[in-house]
């Protein structure tokens, strides 16, 4: 219930029933959430998802912001330390996940795991930059609109911003998958003619006939001490038989799946992801990788490391 009532407060304003009372807070009151007033809370970034924070627990106001700002402008309060170390700490963690993720590969396999880096590839061509920024834009303009109670034209501008990421998304697995071409044209290739060279397995003895065998030999024993002779031959011969079946052939192992080459194939195939953290395959599909780009996760690592950069730079 409380996700759902975020989510009406993100398309409606949180005063959409006339009944908020905004008009008497101030933006330094004490349930009025300082991350949302610096430009980024993230308790909306990561819903529905495994790294979900819940709604938060303070107050979202573009008015608040907007009267923040003005104050901000003037030297009276700066909340842009208290970000920075919120979101720092959202980054560690998931550097650390990396690490812990690498670790458990051995060295040749986490070398190639982060051979390319896709934030290079995927955020820094010209025609990326350039929807980025027009998906900034569209934001800030959804923002004033919100600001001004104008929700149709809110809600346009937030169309046309799932209808840019979803461009962006698009052209971002492109290129990835480019890079992963050229990347899997650099790993071994399976022997075509593997199974010709894998010698046959020995012949394994079938537990369950030895036991029969021993058994008759054991009967043929006991009948020949109780002077049944016809039987005790009878046994032996039934012994002898059984030990002339073809001994059980073990499974010979797919070359296909087994063989050094294809495990290494197997092992060098995944990529980190250096933004979000999510390893990748250089087999994954453009459609796959462009679901991975527009997915929630991706996009609120995506937006907290370009706000960071921000910080940092007016810090």
């Known amino acids: 219930m409380d996700a759902l009532r975020k989510q009406l407060d993100v398309l409606m304003g949180a005063n959409r029933n006339g009944d908020a009372q905004e008009v008497t807070r101030k933006y330094f009151d004490r349930d009025v959430c300082r991350l949302f007033l610096a430009g980024l809370c993230p308790h909306e970034l990561f819903q529905l998802t495994k790294m979900d924070k819940g709604p938060c627990p303070k107050v979202h106001s573009l008015q608040l912001r907007k009267e923040y700002e003005d104050c901000k402008g003037q030297g009276i309060d700066n909340y842009d330390r208290d970000l920075e170390d919120n979101i720092d700490r959202l980054i560690v963690e998931c550097d650390r996940k990396i690490e812990r993720a690498l670790k458990r590969l051995d060295e040749e396999d986490a070398k190639a795991a982060v051979a390319i880096s896709v934030s290079e590839v995927t955020l820094q061509t010209p025609e990326i930059v350039e929807m980025s920024k027009q998906i900034k834009e569209k934001m800030k303009e959804a923002d ?30 492109m290129l990835l998958l480019d890079a992963f071409n050229k990347d899997r044209a650099s790993l071994p290739q399976p022997l075509t003619n593997a199974p010709d060279l894998v010698p046959l397995p020995p012949a394994v003895p079938d537990s369950h006939i030895q036991e029969m065998i021993n058994e008759k030999l054991k009967k043929a024993e006991e009948l020949g001490e109780q002077g049944m002779v016809d039987e005790a031959q009878k046994a032996l011969e039934e012994a002898e038989a059984l030990k002339k079946l073809p001994a059980r052939q073990a499974p010979v192992p797919d070359s296909s799946k087994y063989t050094a080459v294809d495990v290494r194939i197997t092992d060098q195939k995944l990529r980190v992801c250096d933004i979000c953290g999510a390893f990748l395959s250089v087999y994954d599909s453009d459609r796959r990788l462009a679901d991975h780009f527009g997915g929630k996760l991706h996009l609120g690592y995506m937006l907290i490391r370009e706000k960071l950069a921000d910080l940092q730079v007016l810090l």
């Open 144 to 173: 004033q609109m919100d600001l001004e109670g104008k929700t149709d034209m809110k809600i346009r501008a937030l169309e046309e911003i799932d209808e840019l990421r979803i461009k962006r998304a698009d052209k971002q697995s």
